[in-house]
């Protein structure tokens, strides 16, 4: 249930939905070697160290949300992170990956990265 199941999961999504999941996807792995991935409540999470974000993609529209599993500890220089009533996890509501979304979308990524490193289990 690792990589090849979040690529056969990715893959039965329809365009341009399946293009936004593929970058997200290219951009959370190419952040640092050692996140793994598998899929989870049936859609595709990453860990580091733990749980670090996941891919949820609309039902109603061709975007996605990232949420990030600590998100609440996150600092969101960017204002992108909504709370969306939950304790703990932020998300970023993506449904075209510009560039400029995109920079404040990798630093997250690296935030979260860097906080996941410092956390004491």
Same mark, same amino acid.
């Given at each position: 249930?690792?990589?090849?199941?979040?690529?056969?999961?990715?893959?039965?999504?329809?365009?341009?939905?399946?293009?936004?999941?593929?970058?997200?996807?290219?951009?959370?792995?190419?952040?640092?070697?050692?996140?793994?991935?598998?899929? @989870?409540? +049936? =859609?595709?999470?990453?860990?580091? &160290?733990?749980?670090?974000?996941?891919? %949820?993609?609309?039902?109603?529209? *061709?975007?996605?949300?990232?949420?990030?599993?600590?998100?609440?500890?996150?600092?969101? @220089?960017? +204002? =992108?992170?909504?709370?969306?009533? &939950?304790?703990?996890?932020?998300?970023? %509501?993506?449904?075209?990956?510009? *560039?400029?979304?995109?920079?404040?979308?990798?630093?997250?990524?690296?935030?979260?990265?860097?906080?996941?490193?410092?956390?004491?289990?």
């Amino acid at each position: 249930m690792g990589k090849e199941a979040v690529q056969i999961f990715i893959f039965n999504l329809e365009t341009p939905q399946r293009e936004i999941l593929e970058e997200l996807r290219y951009q959370i792995l190419s952040c640092h070697p050692e996140i793994t991935e598998k899929i @989870a409540y +049936g =859609i595709p999470f990453f860990y580091f &160290r733990g749980p670090l974000c996941y891919l %949820n993609p609309h039902k109603k529209d *061709s975007g996605c949300d990232i949420g990030f599993y600590w998100g609440k500890f996150l600092p969101d @220089a960017a +204002g =992108i992170l909504e709370e969306k009533n &939950r304790k703990q996890v932020r998300t970023i %509501n993506i449904n075209d990956f510009q *560039s400029t979304q995109k920079k404040a979308v990798v630093e997250t990524i690296r935030t979260a990265i860097k906080f996941n490193s410092e956390r004491k289990n």
